[in-house]
């Protein structure tokens, strides 16, 4: 039986895991390498090996309501997208609110990880850590949770540059980043387009001379600020998420590359990728399209080499006099507490059940927490995943046996290759919706649409028509929360309330709005029903019959 764990890392991956242990009734101990929780969330003035590292201005691009906790919103008067500085502030909250710090030891480093000589058995590790005193420690869990995320290890790929050692002027990774100080008046080369490439050619460009964003394949680029002026993530709702799975992906690219290139033609930008739309995750970036018609920013091809200050790229044009070049070149990943033999390689990726177990173990009691790519926000995925986890190691679910965890590994690597451009730095990602919905499914936590359409509508509505929350986990099952039907009436309160900083008088609404509201509900309603019986032909008449009364 599984009660003492040892968790590693107290970031937002390494907090909601601390607690789905005690909520589990088990025994958990944390350690954190670092004086504080938050991870990468955690900003400091100089960038420490092998740690995340964030900049100064960095403003999460997710909506405050999708990225929180299931159990803890945000509070309502905090921005929709928030600074990291509110972030850290939230992880506190969260922390204080469920007793978490209490288990946490600072300043304590894992350094090895090892599976003791009966583990076959027992299903135990022994973890060697160095205490704050330099000191090393040996103790015995009966399971392990690994929470060391994934961007701790620059990719800095500077053979692939030739000429870089000619270069005159000065060179980092955008794990190094801090602020545009050292681009004043400068010339500035940034590689990569993806979302810190993008942000760093922004702000640089405020005070640069010039700034060239140099990409190889491109980037579809969308903003935060949607429709009417909402977060953009306001519209990931069920009935969307339906609509894929009923629409043919060809027709669904074509639809949102359209209203992408109505805002900014991406050919015209130099932005086109190759890929579609929805084969990798795009990047999020208000300012840059503007930046780029206001010249500031000149998109670029790959680099092809470098001649003392001069930058070639592949279409032959060049950038003279160039000062600073900044890659942002993306990450390597490592686990290296762990020993190689218990990670399990599929493709490009580490090679995990359900994107959490090793599949490769006598004993199902090693766990990694937050290693995952999609297009939602890490918190609710980690806290999904931990809640998982938990159940796993209490036994109350079972996982399948090796080989069937090894062939569904493999499944996932070829549906992965299928549906999205994958290389060795990103070799994951899946869809946020369904990843969440499977394991809440295993969980026993996953929303019954049929039945809240029969019984509870008005929440129905919310959890159909509204945005997909991680409160819609909260609502039965193992961990319910009590207060989850209240956060999903609240959510968009919340997400007003920040921006009702100017009084204006009460609005009427129209009678042709409120037809369209209508036909939106009749067009939700028809859609849901023809899912279920897709899906499950079977239930809804299973159900009518027993909702029908009994003859004697």
């Known amino acids: 039986m599984v009660q003492r764990v040892a968790v590693i890392g107290a970031g937002p991956s390494g907090l909601t895991s601390v607690k789905a242990c005690l909520d589990e009734g088990m025994e958990p101990t944390c350690f954190e390498s670092s004086d504080d929780i938050g991870g990468l969330w955690k900003f400091k003035e100089v960038s420490e090996p092998n740690r995340a590292s964030i900049y100064r201005s960095l403003t999460i691009n997710i909506w405050k309501e999708m990225m929180c906790y299931s159990d803890f919103p945000i509070p309502a008067d905090y921005p929709n997208y928030m600074h990291h500085s509110k972030i850290l502030k939230y992880f506190r909250m969260y922390a204080e609110h469920f007793k978490i710090l209490q288990h946490i030891r600072f300043q ?29 420690e040996r103790h015995i869990f009966d399971a392990v949770i690994c929470c060391s995320g994934h961007f701790n290890y620059p990719n800095l790929p500077l053979k692939d540059f030739p000429g870089i050692e000619t270069f005159e002027g000065k060179y980092f990774h955008s794990w190094d980043y801090k602020g545009p100080e050292d681009m004043h008046g400068k010339r ?36 935060q600020v949607s429709d009417n002026g909402l977060p953009v993530d306001r519209f990931n709702t069920r009935f969307v998420h339906v609509m894929f799975k009923l629409l043919p992906m060809s027709f669904l690219n074509w639809l949102g590359e359209k209203k992408l290139n109505a805002m900014y033609d991406h050919a015209v930008y130099g932005l086109k990728p190759k890929h579609r739309l929805f084969s990798q995750i795009p990047v999020i970036n208000d300012d ?58 599929s493709g490009h990726r580490v090679g995990l059940y359900k994107h959490v177990f090793p599949p490769v173990l006598e004993q199902p009691t090693l766990a990694i927490v937050g290693f995952i790519h999609s297009d939602g926000s890490i ?63 295993d969980i026993g936590v996953r929303p019954s649409l049929l039945w809240l359409f029969l019984t509870d509508f008005p929440l129905f509505m919310r959890v159909f028509w509204g945005p997909i929350t991680a409160y819609q986990y909260r609502l039965m099952g193992p961990g319910k929360w009590n207060g989850a039907r209240r956060a999903i009436f609240t959510q968009l309160d919340r997400m007003y309330q920040p921006l009702r900083t100017r009084q204006l008088g009460p609005q009427e609404s129209s009678t042709a709005g409120r037809l369209f509201k209508w036909s939106l509900l009749l067009v939700a309603g028809g859609s849901a029903v023809y899912y279920i019986q897709v899906h499950s032909p079977t239930l809804i008449p299973t159900l009518m019959s027993k909702l029908r009364p009994q003859t004697v």
């Open 188 to 223: 500035v080369v940034v590689i990569g387009i993806g979302n810190s490439g993008g942000d760093i050619a922004v702000e640089g460009s405020r005070v640069a001379e010039q700034v060239y964003l140099s990409t190889r394949s491109g980037a579809w680029v969308i903003r």
């Open 108 to 136: 304590t480093s894992v350094k090895k990880v090892t599976q003791r000589p009966d583990f076959s058995h027992t299903g135990q590790w022994e973890v060697v850590i160095e205490n704050k005193d330099g000191l090393e």
């Open 288 to 345: 840059l399209p503007f930046k780029i018609l206001s010249g500031s920013v000149l998109v670029k091809p790959n680099l092809k080499e470098i001649r003392g200050s001069t930058v070639v790229f592949d279409d032959g044009t060049t950038a003279e006099n160039v000062d600073l070049i900044v890659f942002a070149t993306g990450y390597n990943y490592d686990f290296p507490y762990l020993p190689k033999h218990v990670m399990y390689k």
């Open 379 to 441: 918190m609710p995925q980690a806290e999904m995943q931990a809640r998982f986890v938990t159940r796993v190691f209490k036994g109350h679910k079972k996982l399948p046996s090796n080989q069937t965890m090894i062939k569904a590994v493999e499944k996932d690597t070829r549906n992965i290759e299928k549906n999205y451009v994958v290389s060795r730095l990103t070799p994951l990602q899946v869809d946020f919706v369904e990843y969440m919905d499977d394991l809440a499914q």
